[in-house]
């Protein structure tokens, strides 16, 4: 049975310049099937379904139409919603951040969210699969085999150079990261693909970073995998510094300064 995960309200008056009183509000809600075996959840507070145009093999979105600035019950509707969408957030926190860019397997279902690699996500009607999801068996190094050499045509028949050049690359060196088993499937052509990939300049969330230095605008914190601290001067009068220690909400987004702080545990946020 579905549980409703998470909810959010989208109120008229924050979204248009200038308002449009007819305009109706609306609650999102998301509802899983798995939500105590869902992996990005557990880890991270993730979702894949907070992203715009997502489908989950567990779970599904949906939109309840509330009132416009008209109704008289438009202020009472607002708040009421809100209220039980805070109460869910308390709850069981879910970070609309963490949606995952790159491969994800939960419950036994790989999801590949990579642009052209399937119908779902942009491809073509002759991409490798129709949709993002798919059974773990399912991921043959036939398959991989498939995804790693396809080359995506526009609708005016040139080639999408970008799934070649970026969108493979990536994928192969995510692989290699975060699912071995599945790299080691790839010929050796394909694996000579991430020499020289870096992962520096993407972000990602800071709490699933292996412990290290960070840099967070211009300032370098020793992180320990839960808090970070950092020193800083005390006043202009007196010398000597002072200890600042933080613990990061899961989901806040950070710049990887180097490819160390990559582990198995990773979640890319782009």
């Known amino acids: 049975m579905s549980q409703l995960i998470t909810s959010w309200v989208n109120d008229p008056r924050a979204l248009l310049i200038g308002g449009d009183r007819s305009a109706p509000a609306s609650q999102g809600k998301i509802f899983c099937e798995i939500p105590d075996r869902c992996d990005l959840l557990a880890r991270c507070g993730g979702c894949v379904l907070t992203q715009r145009n997502a489908s989950c093999q567990f779970g599904k979105k949906t939109f309840e139409k509330g009132p416009s600035q008209r109704s008289a019950k438009f202020i009472e509707w607002i708040r009421s919603r809100q209220a039980e969408s805070d109460a869910l957030q308390a709850r069981r926190p879910v970070n609309k951040q963490t949606a995952s860019r790159m491969i994800v397997k939960i419950n036994g279902w790989y999801y590949l969210p990579y642009p052209h690699m399937s119908i779902e996500i942009s491809g073509p009607k002759d991409a490798p699969m129709d949709r993002a999801w798919l059974p773990e068996d399912a991921l043959t190094a036939e398959l991989l085999d498939t995804i790693c050499r396809y080359r995506p045509k526009s609708l005016i028949g040139d080639e999408i150079t970008h799934y070649q050049k970026t969108h493979v690359p990536r994928f192969i060196h995510d692989l290699q990261t975060f699912y071995p088993d599945l790299f080691d499937l790839l010929s050796e052509d394909q694996k000579a693909r991430t020499a020289g990939l870096s992962r520096v300049g993407r972000h990602a969330d800071i709490a699933t970073l292996a412990p290290g230095k960070v840099v967070i605008d211009d300032i370098t914190w020793d992180w320990d995998g839960t808090s970070l ?31 160390e702080q990559v582990c198995s545990t990773t979640i890319l946020l782009e």
Not at 229 to 236: E, Q, S, V
Not at 250 to 258: F, H, Q
């Open 229 to 259: 601290t950092t020193l800083t001067p005390l006043t202009r009068l007196i010398e000597g510094e002072w200890e600042v220690k933080l613990t990061p909400v899961p989901g806040s987004k950070v710049k990887i300064t180097s490819d």
